[in-house]
C-alpha cells in the first residue's frame, strides 16, 4: 500500500477523473454504434470528454514536473498517463472516422467490440480509483486481459464476416476500418492493465 504523502492525494484524485471522463467517451461511443442516430452530436460529445482528458494529462504532468516526492515512481506516473490519454485519444479518434466515412449501419462485431471497450474502460475506472489502496487491482488487471482477448476474438470473426459477406468494396474497407481502430483501443486498454500491474508489482 502506498503511504500517503502531501501530494499524494492530488495524483489518485487526477488519475481518478481521467478515468471515470475515459470510461464516459467509451460509452458515448458505445451508444454511438449500437443507436446509430446522430453520429456528429456524438463525436462531438466525444471530442469535448477528450478535451477534459487532455487538460487532466497536462494537470497531471505540470504536477509531476513540481513535485518532489511522488507516490509512485515518476516514470510509471508518466507511462500510466500516457496510456490512458491513448484509449481515449483512439475513441475520440473512432468517433471522427464514424463521421468521416459515413457508415449507414455498422457491422455487428463492431458494436459487440464497442461494449468490450466500454466493460474494459469500467475495470479500468475501478482499477485506478482503487490505485492509493491496491484493492484488487491485479484481479481487475486480469478482467482486462480477459476481455481484450474477446476483443480479439471478435475482430477476427469479424473480419472473417466482412470478407465473406460484404459485396461493395467500398463498404467493406469503411467497415474493416472502424473494426481496426476499435480493436487498437481494447489493445489499448491491456496497455493501461501492464502499467497498473507494473505499479503493484514493484510496491509488493
Given at each position: 500500500?502506498?503511504?500517503?504523502?502531501s501530494?499524494?492525494?492530488?495524483?489518485f484524485?487526477?488519475?481518478?477523473?481521467?478515468?471515470?471522463?475515459?470510461?464516459?467517451?467509451?460509452?458515448?461511443?458505445?451508444s454511438?454504434?449500437?443507436?446509430?442516430?446522430?453520429?456528429?452530436?456524438?463525436?462531438?460529445?466525444?471530442?469535448?470528454?477528450?478535451?477534459?482528458?487532455?487538460?487532466?494529462?497536462?494537470?497531471?504532468?505540470?504536477?509531476?514536473?513540481?513535485?518532489?516526492?511522488?507516490?509512485?515512481?515518476?516514470?510509471?506516473?508518466?507511462?500510466?498517463?500516457?496510456?490512458?490519454?491513448?484509449?481515449?485519444?483512439?475513441?475520440?479518434?473512432?468517433?471522427?472516422?464514424?463521421?468521416?466515412?459515413?457508415v449507414?449501419?455498422?457491422?455487428?462485431?463492431?458494436?459487440?467490440l464497442?461494449d468490450?471497450?466500454?466493460?474494459?474502460?469500467?475495470?479500468?475506472?475501478?482499477?485506478?480509483?482503487?490505485?492509493?489502496?491496491?484493492?484488487?487491482?491485479?484481479?481487475?488487471?486480469?478482467?482486462?486481459?480477459?476481455?481484450?482477448?474477446?476483443?480479439?476474438?471478435?475482430?477476427?470473426?469479424?473480419?472473417?464476416?466482412?470478407?465473406?459477406?460484404?459485396?461493395?468494396?467500398?463498404?467493406?474497407l469503411?467497415?474493416?476500418?472502424?473494426?481496426?481502430?476499435?480493436?487498437?483501443?481494447?489493445?489499448?486498454?491491456?496497455?493501461?492493465?501492464n502499467?497498473?500491474?507494473?505499479i503493484?508489482?514493484?510496491?509488493?
Open positions: 500500500m502506498f503511504g500517503l504523502l501530494n499524494d492525494k492530488a495524483f484524485s487526477i488519475f481518478a477523473d481521467l478515468a471515470d471522463k475515459i470510461h464516459e467517451a467509451s460509452g458515448l461511443l458505445k454511438m454504434v449500437e443507436t446509430g442516430d446522430r453520429p456528429e452530436e456524438y463525436a462531438a460529445r466525444i471530442k469535448n470528454v477528450e478535451h477534459q482528458c487532455d487538460d487532466l494529462t497536462h494537470n497531471l504532468v505540470r504536477k509531476l514536473n513540481s513535485t518532489f516526492i511522488t507516490p509512485f515512481d515518476r516514470e510509471d506516473i508518466h507511462d500510466l498517463a500516457v496510456k490512458l490519454d491513448d484509449v481515449v485519444d483512439l475513441i475520440d479518434s473512432t468517433a471522427d472516422r464514424l463521421v468521416a466515412v459515413a449507414a449501419r455498422t457491422w455487428p462485431q463492431i458494436a459487440s464497442a468490450v471497450l466500454h466493460r474494459q474502460t469500467k475495470v479500468i475506472k475501478n482499477a485506478v480509483g482503487n490505485l492509493s489502496k491496491h484493492d484488487h487491482i491485479l484481479d481487475r488487471c486480469v478482467e482486462i486481459h480477459m476481455l481484450e482477448n474477446e476483443g480479439d476474438r471478435l475482430f477476427h470473426e469479424g473480419l472473417v464476416h466482412l470478407f465473406q459477406q460484404m459485396k461493395d468494396p467500398i463498404e467493406l469503411k467497415q474493416k476500418e472502424i473494426i481496426e481502430k476499435m480493436e487498437r483501443a481494447t489493445d489499448r486498454c491491456e496497455d493501461v492493465a502499467v497498473l500491474e507494473a503493484v508489482l514493484k510496491s509488493a
